[in-house]
Structures are given as structure tokens and as C-alpha cells.
């Protein structure tokens, strides 16, 4: 009997116990501080002893060297992704701590993810839905804690660093894929399929009364039903019911050095290299959200909380048309269908918006005597503001029916296929009919943007040709799920290609030349043999003062308009099946 009630007491202790220790390091510290990398993870297993519901795994490693996790909550306890998504289940990821000095999502994470496990009253609200969170996304940058980088922001006491172990900023690198991070990243989307994505942030930038703002996904990029839902329908309704909690939320103030007055600004345009604009490319609906930087820590963490459940209520009850649409979106990009490569900000169409702002001056500044911007944070005004959020296509192509990559391109090749593109191989040395690109002029960081000097102003001349493709090449067909991360990847002028994040570079220089003493004879018979080489030669002579007084580069025009001048050269080695 004595050793029964021991045990009972025990029991009954360890409850207490476990519930009480359910607490964060936010809450303990009245939400001063936010908990180191450790105590999230400790946090996360003590949760899943004490909840069934929740599991968490490991997923992949990082550039720090330890593994990314997933923390899953799922009323089923089935805790498998395929499953839930054929029971029509709405799935929701979650990307906490991309920019670990901006911790807010860590915290509300960890709080919601035990309210609902916990708290049965709060089961019926999510029976439909799967949550699934990365607690700290940059390891590297969490455990590279101090409290001195987030010069403006107001609280916590400490908190990460911005860049990863080898100091990438993870947030431009969705594409490039620098980073064991990013492949990791890649592995979990792609086992999760999630139906909404949110990865969550703290600004930098203007000042104005909203504790926190979102960076939808761009809706005319997304385009399609589902752009039209994300603009008409998902995001009014969002601001709506997070409105009802106590926290209004605005579009993400693009602003910088200018207080956003009647002139109002613009959508920040989510390119590839973003969390939303790669989740994009896969027709999932996804939003950016920062919190405000000068309100204080513990606001801000109840704002990101107040987002999370809305978008738990929302999975609730658009789920299915969610799913239905992403679906259907994946369908949209077909071989001969006309599509953007890039986007451009059309102001002559516009939305007004309710805005909430605070009188922004020009003073003097006691620093440099030049003017300053002052926020007057006693002057707050509410006014009705022009918002700029229509986007139209800058360059477009024609989706080919398939893409060629030479097996050599292994590099390009391992992140398309980490991003289970489906693919077939050549089987044996074959000659193809394909379109392909020189690459006729680009322009290059003068200095080095996220370990790249990246290219941009891309022009192409198209050329088409039958060439031997060996057994074992790539070929990528388009028609497939993954069809626009193709286009928007291995089209050289798409924004965030590969080619404009220096995949391609090789191709950009010449590897074989000519000794001038020696090619001048061979150059005098070229022209000798060929009218049409010498015409445009006498041509180029006549209108080309420069060129007639540069004898190097007269036997380098003859040169490259033979056959000795290399094939590889500015050929882009990505081919496009039109047939
Ligand atoms: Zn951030």
C-alpha cells in the first residue's frame, strides 16, 4: 500500500512538475530573454515526452555541424506527411530562426506548439491541420549568440547572429544553395509538401504603430487562381481575424530613410533566392512576416503568436481550397506556354490602404550636420495611403518541352535532383535537334554579393543545332511539378538562374587562342578562301575607326569567325527540346 501511494504521489509530483516546467525561457524570464539553441531543442524533447502528439526528428545536417530538426504536431500520432496529406490533412511549415537574431518565431513557436498539444480545448481548432516547425533553422548563427548585433532592436537580452557558421545569410540562399542549411532545407519541404509556409523575421527599415507586418507571397508572380485567392481572399481574411486578437498587421513598410506618407510604397518582390519566392516556384503559398524591431520583445512574440494561430485557423477552414489551388498551379507551366522571368513594379495600378503611421521629419543631425529622418513617435496619424503591389513580367520566354544537361554540370544537376525533379537519362549516344543560347553580353557584381559575383542584364542569341548528347546526360522534362523551378533555374535571364549565380562561369572565358606571328598566315588564307569572312572583315575596317587602328583585334575577328575559335565558349550548356 505504502509503496502504491509512493508511487501515486510520484505520479502526481511528476505532473505537477512536467506541467509546470512546460514554461519557455521567454515566459520565465517575463519576456526578457529568449532561450539559447540547447534549451529550444531541450524544450522540444521534454515536450514530446509529455505530449503524444508531438514528435521531433533530425533532418539533415548544417554548415555548423549538427543536424536540423522538425518538431511535428499531428492529433493522429501518425507523424507521416504522405499520409495526412492523402487524408486532405492541412500541413503548415514553419521556418524559425533563418536570422537567429531575430528570435520572435522561435519563442511563439514553442508555446504554440504546447498550447495545442496540451490544451485539449484547443484540439477540436487544429483536427484537421498538421503543424510542422524547424525550431532554429541557422544552428550556426543561434550558437553565435552576443547581444550587441541587432543595433535597433529592442530586446532580447541576447540572441544569434544574422549570418550561418560560414556566414551566408541562409534568406538569399534558397536557390544558390551555398550552404548544407539550404539542401537540408530542400529535403524537409519536399518530405513535408506544406500547403502554407511562413518563415518568420524581426524588420529593420521604417517606423510606424503596427507590431508586426507580412511579406505575402508576390500574388501576380504566383500568378494563376492561386494568386488571385492569396491577394482577394487568403490575406483579407488573415488581416481580419489576426485584427480580432489585438494586432493589426500591414503589408511589410518598404521603405528606407523616407517615412511612408502619402506617397505610400510599394510590395517587396519576393525573387527565388527568398523563402517564399523559392516556395514559389513550387506553387506553395507563403509568407514572410517581420515583426517591428522597436516595439518590445515580448509584444512582438505575442504578434508572431497571434500570425501562427491565424494561420492554424486558416488551414482549418481553407485547407482544401488551398490544396485544391496549389494543385491546379501545378498544372499552369506547359511546353509553349509564355512565362516570366522576371518581374518589374508597374505603378500605374495601385490599392489604398489604411495605414498607421507616425509624422516623419527632416531635423538636423547632431552627428554629421547634414538632415536626418526623426519619427515622431508622440505625432502617430492614420491616413489613407497608396499601396503598390502590381507586378508585371520584365522578360519572358516559351517553356520548352524539356531541358538538356550534360552530365558534366553536376554541380547544377545535384540541386535539381535534391529538389526531386523528375528526370530521365540518355541512353545512349544520341544526336538531338535543340535550341540552345550564346550568351552575348551580362553584367557582374563588382563585388562579391553572398560568396558570388552574380550576373545580371543577361542577353541571349538563340541558335538552333543537332548535337551528340552522351549516354547518361539529364534530360528534364517540363511538363512536371517541379516545371516552373525548372524555367526559373536553368533559363540564364531568370532573376535568380544559375547562370546569374555563377554555375555557368567556366563557359565565360576562352580556353584556347592564337599566337598573332603564326596566325597571320592562316588568317590571310581565310580571307583569301572565303568572300563572305572578308566582306564583313573590309566592313567592320570601314565603319569601326578603332577596329582598323587594332591589328590584335582584326586577327582575333578572323579567329573567332573560324573554325579553330573553341565551340564552348559563351555557349550556354543547357539545351532546350522544342521537338
Ligand atoms: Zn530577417
Given at each position: 500500500m505504502k509503496a502504491l501511494l509512493f508511487l501515486l504521489f510520484t505520479f502526481l509530483f511528476l505532473q505537477a512538475f512536467g506541467q509546470q516546467s512546460l514554461e519557455t525561457v521567454f515566459e520565465t524570464s517575463s519576456g526578457k530573454a529568449t532561450a539559447t539553441y540547447d534549451e529550444v531543442i531541450a524544450y522540444y524533447r521534454h515536450l514530446t515526452d509529455q505530449s503524444p502528439f508531438i514528435q521531433m526528428k533530425e533532418m539533415g545536417m548544417t554548415d555548423s555541424g549538427l543536424p536540423l530538426h522538425l518538431v511535428i504536431l499531428d492529433l493522429e500520432k501518425e507523424f507521416d506527411f504522405e499520409k495526412s496529406f492523402e487524408k486532405g490533412k492541412a500541413i503548415i511549415l514553419v521556418n524559425n530562426g533563418i536570422h537567429p537574431g531575430e528570435p520572435d518565431g522561435i519563442e511563439a513557436s514553442m508555446m504554440l506548439m504546447r498550447d495545442y498539444a496540451m490544451n485539449k480545448e484547443k484540439h477540436s481548432l487544429i483536427e484537421n491541420t498538421i503543424l510542422a516547425i524547424v525550431p532554429v533553422y541557422n544552428i550556426g548563427g543561434a550558437l553565435n549568440r552576443n547581444s550587441v548585433t541587432r543595433v535597433n532592436q529592442n530586446g532580447p537580452e541576447e540572441y544569434g547572429f544574422r549570418g550561418n557558421a560560414r556566414n551566408y545569410d541562409l534568406n538569399r540562399d534558397f536557390i544558390k544553395a551555398d550552404t548544407r542549411n539550404t539542401l537540408a532545407f530542400y529535403d524537409i519541404f519536399h518530405h513535408v509538401n506544406p500547403d502554407i509556409f511562413i518563415d518568420t523575421h524581426v524588420s529593420n527599415g521604417a517606423d510606424y504603430q503596427y507590431n508586426i507586418t507580412h511579406l505575402a507571397t508576390q500574388y501576380c508572380k504566383m500568378g494563376g487562381a492561386m494568386g488571385t485567392y492569396i491577394e482577394n481572399e487568403f490575406t483579407p481574411k488573415l488581416e481580419s481575424i489576426i485584427k480580432d486578437k489585438g494586432n493589426e498587421i500591414v503589408p511589410y513598410v518598404n521603405v528606407f530613410n523616407t517615412a511612408p506618407d502619402k506617397e505610400g510604397f510599394s510590395q517587396f518582390l519576393d525573387n527565388p533566392r527568398y523563402?517564399?519566392?523559392?516556395?514559389?516556384?513550387?506553387?506553395?503559398?507563403?509568407?514572410?512576416?517581420?515583426?517591428?524591431?522597436?516595439?518590445?520583445?515580448?509584444?512582438?512574440?505575442?504578434?508572431?503568436?497571434?500570425?501562427?494561430?491565424?494561420?492554424?485557423?486558416?488551414?482549418?477552414?481553407?485547407?482544401?481550397?488551398?490544396?485544391?489551388?496549389?494543385?491546379?498551379?501545378?498544372?499552369?507551366?506547359?511546353?509553349?506556354?509564355?512565362?516570366?522571368?522576371?518581374?518589374?513594379?508597374?505603378?500605374?495600378?495601385?490599392?489604398?490602404?489604411?495605414?498607421?503611421?507616425?509624422?516623419?521629419?527632416?531635423?538636423?543631425?547632431?552627428?554629421?550636420?547634414?538632415?536626418?529622418?526623426?519619427?515622431?513617435?508622440?505625432?502617430?496619424?492614420?491616413?489613407?495611403?497608396?499601396?503598390?503591389?502590381?507586378?508585371?513580367?520584365?522578360?519572358?520566354?516559351?517553356?520548352?518541352?524539356?531541358?538538356?544537361?550534360?552530365?558534366?554540370?553536376?554541380?547544377?544537376?545535384?540541386?535539381?535532383?535534391?529538389?526531386?525533379?523528375?528526370?530521365?537519362?540518355?541512353?545512349?549516344?544520341?544526336?538531338?535537334?535543340?535550341?540552345?543560347?550564346?550568351?552575348?553580353?551580362?553584367?557582374?557584381?563588382?563585388?562579391?554579393?553572398?560568396?558570388?559575383?552574380?550576373?545580371?542584364?543577361?542577353?541571349?542569341?538563340?541558335?538552333?543545332?543537332?548535337?551528340?548528347?552522351?549516354?547518361?546526360?539529364?534530360?528534364?522534362?517540363?511538363?512536371?511539378?517541379?516545371?516552373?523551378?525548372?524555367?526559373?533555374?536553368?533559363?540564364?535571364?531568370?532573376?535568380?538562374?544559375?547562370?546569374?549565380?555563377?554555375?555557368?562561369?567556366?563557359?565565360?572565358?576562352?580556353?584556347?587562342?592564337?599566337?598573332?606571328?603564326?596566325?597571320?598566315?592562316?588568317?590571310?588564307?581565310?580571307?583569301?578562301?572565303?568572300?563572305?569572312?572578308?566582306?564583313?572583315?573590309?566592313?567592320?575596317?570601314?565603319i569601326n575607326s578603332e577596329f582598323a587602328e587594332n591589328w590584335y583585334a582584326q586577327l582575333d575577328f578572323i579567329y573567332k569567325h573560324s573554325e579553330y575559335y573553341e565551340k564552348a565558349h559563351l555557349t550556354y550548356p543547357v539545351y532546350r527540346l522544342i521537338k
Open positions: 523563402s517564399t519566392g523559392y516556395t514559389t516556384l513550387f506553387h506553395t503559398l507563403g509568407f514572410m512576416i517581420e515583426t517591428h524591431m522597436l516595439k518590445p520583445f515580448d509584444r512582438r512574440v505575442q504578434a508572431t503568436y497571434d500570425f501562427l494561430e491565424t494561420i492554424l485557423e486558416l488551414a482549418q477552414s481553407d485547407g482544401r481550397k488551398i490544396r485544391a489551388l496549389k494543385a491546379e498551379q501545378g498544372e499552369r507551366f506547359q511546353a509553349g506556354d509564355t512565362v516570366a522571368l522576371s518581374w518589374r513594379l508597374s505603378k500605374g495600378q495601385y490599392k489604398e490602404i489604411a495605414f498607421k503611421g507616425y509624422v516623419g521629419e527632416m531635423i538636423d543631425s547632431k552627428v554629421t550636420g547634414k538632415s536626418r529622418l526623426l519619427y515622431g513617435r508622440n505625432r502617430p496619424f492614420t491616413a489613407t495611403i497608396p499601396y503598390y503591389n502590381y507586378f508585371t513580367p520584365n522578360r519572358e520566354t516559351v517553356i520548352p518541352k524539356a531541358y538538356i544537361v550534360p552530365q558534366g554540370w553536376h554541380n547544377v544537376i545535384d540541386r535539381l535532383l535534391a529538389n526531386r525533379v523528375v528526370f530521365h537519362r540518355v541512353k545512349g549516344d544520341t544526336s538531338i535537334v535543340v535550341e540552345g543560347y550564346s550568351i552575348e553580353k551580362y553584367n557582374s557584381t563588382a563585388r562579391p554579393y553572398e560568396g558570388h559575383f552574380s550576373h545580371k542584364n543577361v542577353g541571349l542569341k538563340v541558335f538552333n543545332d543537332t548535337l551528340t548528347f552522351r549516354a547518361g546526360d539529364y534530360i528534364f522534362p517540363t511538363g512536371q511539378f517541379a516545371g516552373r523551378y525548372l524555367v526559373e533555374t536553368l533559363e540564364p535571364e531568370a532573376t535568380d538562374s544559375f547562370f546569374s549565380w555563377n554555375f555557368f562561369d567556366t563557359i565565360l572565358q576562352q580556353k584556347e587562342g592564337f599566337s598573332p606571328y603564326v596566325f597571320e598566315e592562316v588568317a590571310w588564307h581565310l580571307l583569301k578562301n572565303d568572300a563572305e569572312l572578308k566582306q564583313a572583315f573590309e566592313a567592320k575596317k570601314k
